[in-house]
């Protein structure tokens, strides 16, 4: 059990015994009661909000409750003191000796520090990328590619049972203008001088495709009819481009356990089990919606559809489930696909583009109303990624083929670098991706600073040995001053910064953390320019040395342990 956790437990004791002896009334919800780092350090080195959100429940007052339980943590004989701080926090000073044990926690757990039973197994879906089949992988996929799995490794680190989901968009009008274009790459191998029109996919990509068009079936399908042959290039022709959207999500380290097809959703009668299951909830009308804002009588037309009632769960308007036609909506697709997931999964997470904003709501509504609330759908919308080359824009365009494929980029500056870079933000906000500033050896590039630190703890051992230090035996940690233990109190935050990420959804957490880890890694190093006795290797004091050996193993652990979670591999040495 890691400090942090050993002493949410220690208070939960303390709570207990409050309440046995009669001073807490039994049956509080403690779920907001936190044990965490005090935000100025000066304060000590835990805090906990205890007395804050319990004592009106309690009927007393947040300082008096806290005058009850401070006492108690006293006595713990890992407490070298404890202070009320204002309306009623709780800030707790601990023996040094927690620091050095903690320490000793880190390196002996290694990779597993961190690791966490929060999610006790709970099956989380998360579904990312979901690109449409009609191409390679480009950058504007990349975030939401990274993203997705950055939060499926935490989860799991989280301990949550994981399904890794892309859901292929094979069903829509884009795969038959796929299919169209391959049709005429098919032509051109067989010796047709051939021209890509407007509203049709240019890129070369589907060159090798309509060559093998060729090869299987000659000149059989040149004149023929499209309806002899559309159904067929389409099946081969997203076949052949799922290969390739494998193949470049192997490039990031990207895999997925299911690729679910649309087309079958639709075609296995699920959208028809929706409708059903909503009727039967009394959730499905005939109706006709309100006229678009802006609209006038003019230029639209009302007309009868089966509508669902999402304003009940708090969309903003009832959604169509089929259009005037009687074929299914955009909606009531997703709606069957989202049933699909929920019945083996007990928490949805999709990874969108901030352009499916709109959609958020009624997909939501739709997966409560069909598992009576016992699924939980979280929508991650990704912002884009803007391309720069040494401060010039490049612009994007699929239609036109000029797009910079993941596959270029990845060749270019490398996967860690990718992934790395693709969390140095909030999800949600906008990210800048300049090739020349990613691959900067700059303390402003945020994949260079953590990787330098890792590199910096290799080359301490590499050159201890080279010095014929002795690195066996028990180091003395008693021998670490305040500072030195200021890093270990840092480290020591890792897996509840693991935990938070991971109910918050927000892989980005991770990066965040180890950016201030490499930080003050460094800021410790450096102190040893200005006063050499600050050095981690003082070739004259072995003890010493062994120390702070084991302190920056153990800063190593974490950044790797953190890396791993994000899929980036750490720099044994910098080039």
Not at 119 to 135: D, F, I, L, Q
Request: hydrophobic residues 45%; glycine residues 8%.
């Amino acid at each position: 059990m890691t400090l942090y956790a050993r002493f949410a437990a220690h208070l939960d004791a303390i709570l207990d015994a409050l309440e046995a002896e009669g001073q807490l009334p039994g049956g509080l919800d403690r779920k907001a009661v936190a044990v965490e780092p005090p935000r100025d350090a000066a304060h000590g080195d835990l805090a906990t909000n205890a007395a804050m959100v319990l004592a009106k429940r309690a009927g007393t007052n947040p300082r008096a409750l806290a005058g009850l339980i401070a006492p108690k943590l006293e006595a713990l004989g890992e407490v070298s003191g404890v202070e009320i701080a204002g309306p009623g926090f709780i800030n707790i000073r601990l023996v040094p000796a927690i620091w050095q044990e903690e320490l000793r926690t880190i390196l002996s757990e290694g990779e597993d520090y961190g690791r966490s039973q929060l999610g006790a197994g709970s099956r989380v879906n998360v579904e990312y990328v979901s690109a449409n089949p009609t191409g390679p992988m480009h950058m504007g996929h990349c975030r939401g590619a990274v993203v997705g799995d950055a939060l499926a490794s935490l989860l799991e680190h989280a301990g949550y049972a994981v399904t890794r989901e892309y859901y292929v968009n094979d069903a829509g009008g884009q795969v038959d203008v796929l299919a169209r274009s391959a049709w005429l790459r098919y032509r051109e191998a067989l010796g047709e001088a051939i021209e890509i029109p407007e509203g049709l996919y240019p890129g070369d990509y589907l060159v090798p495709v309509g060559q093998a068009f060729a090869a299987e079936f000659g000149d059989r399908y040149v004149s023929a009819p499209e309806a002899e042959w559309l159904a067929l290039f389409r099946t081969r022709t997203v076949a052949a481009m799922l290969d390739m959207i494998r193949a470049d999500l192997a490039l990031l380290g990207i895999h997925h356990d299911i690729f679910a097809s649309e087309a079958e959703v639709q075609g296995s009668g699920a959208t028809d089990r929706v409708l059903s299951t909503l009727r039967d909830k009394g959730l499905i009308y005939e109706g006709v919606l309100e006229a678009p804002k802006g609209e006038t009588p003019d230029d639209w037309e009302p007309v009868e559809l089966t509508l669902f009632r999402s304003t009940q769960f708090g969309d903003d308007q009832d959604r169509p489930m089929k259009k005037s036609n009687g074929s299914w909506t955009y909606f009531g697709a997703d709606a069957a696909y989202h049933l699909q997931k929920a019945d083996a999964a007990d928490q949805l997470i999709n990874i969108w583009g901030a352009d499916h904003a709109g959609t958020v709501k009624r997909v939501q509504a739709a997966v409560t109303a069909l598992t009576d609330g016992r699924v939980e759908l979280d929508v991650k919308l990704v912002q884009m990624v803007r391309l720069f080359r040494a401060g010039e824009p490049i612009k994007m365009s699929k239609r036109a083929g000029n797009f910079v494929t993941l596959a270029d980029v990845v060749r270019e500056v490398g996967k860690d670098v990718v992934r790395f870079m693709m969390l140095t933000r909030r999800a949600d906000a906008p990210l800048d991706f300049d090739f020349a500033k990613v691959v900067e050896a700059s303390k402003d590039n945020p994949v260079f600073y953590v990787q330098y630190a890792h590199a910096r703890v290799r080359s301490l051992h590499r050159r201890a040995a080279e010095a014929g230090i002795d690195l066996t035996g028990t180091p003395d940690l008693s021998l670490l001053d305040d500072e030195e233990l200021a890093l270990v109190k840092l480290a020591a935050q890792f897996p509840r910064v693991v935990e938070s990420a991971a109910l918050a959804h927000e892989p980005h957490r991770i990066a965040f953390y180890l950016s201030d880890l490499a930080a003050a890694l460094h800021a410790q190093w450096n102190k040893g320019n200005d006063d050499p006795a600050k050095r981690f290797l003082l070739v004259q004091n072995e003890k010493l040395t062994r120390a702070r050996l084991e302190l920056a193993s153990a800063i190593g652990q974490i950044v790797r342990n953190g890396l791993a979670i994000m899929g980036v591999a750490a720099a044994e040495e910098m080039q």
